[in-house]
């Protein structure tokens, strides 16, 4: 891959690309290693010689690298691929894996965070203690209002999307 953990050389670099500083990422790296193993049963090395092509991502760390690149920075595929040395349809089979393997990892370290809560049991568990919560919806998107006064009130004044 042609960029590596040894480019990023200051910790504002780390948290800039990353969301982490080199020690978060050096012991998330250990455990997502050995999530990795535990999916496939071999390194990911072992398993780039089995299928003999050309792989840019050479071991674990290189890819949770990747994967953590995507998910802070937000680069499209075409240019995550030219940074990192491959195709934008690898780049998006590598950050498949990496996502698979990172959710398994934070999943084992308790660290995943809460996606749906289904009942209010669930909402009150995980926000019971919690006096206020703040739920950001000012851009939440409405079916237009037919009545007129209602309509100029839910007016936001930005432009349509364009579709």
């Known amino acids: ?10 910790d504002r670099q780390w948290r800039a690309m990353l969301g982490l500083n080199e020690q978060q ?14 999916t496939y049963h071999s390194t990911l090395s072992e398993r780039k010689v089995d299928v003999k092509i050309k792989y840019c991502i050479r071991n674990e760390e ?20 030219v940074m990192c040395g491959m195709t934008a349809s690898n780049a998006v089979r590598n950050q498949k894996i990496g996502l698979a393997v990172l959710a398994k990892t934070l999943e084992s370290l308790n660290a995943m965070p ?31 209002p ?13 432009k349509k999307p364009i579709l």
């Open 62 to 81: 290189e890819l949770l690298l990747f994967t953590l690149i995507r998910l802070k920075t937000g680069l499209t595929y075409d240019v995550l691929g």
């Open 114 to 144: 809460k996606r749906k809560l289904l009942t209010i049991e669930d909402f009150k568990s995980l926000f019971g203690e919690h006096k206020d919560l703040f739920i950001d919806a000012t851009e939440q998107r409405i079916q237009r």
């Open 25 to 38: 990422f050096y012991k998330l790296s250990e455990a997502f290693t050995q999530t990795y193993f535990d």
């Open 1 to 10: 891959m042609k960029i590596t953990t040894a480019d990023l050389t200051q």
């Open 146 to 158: 037919q009545d007129k006064d209602f309509q100029i009130e839910t007016y936001s004044g930005k």
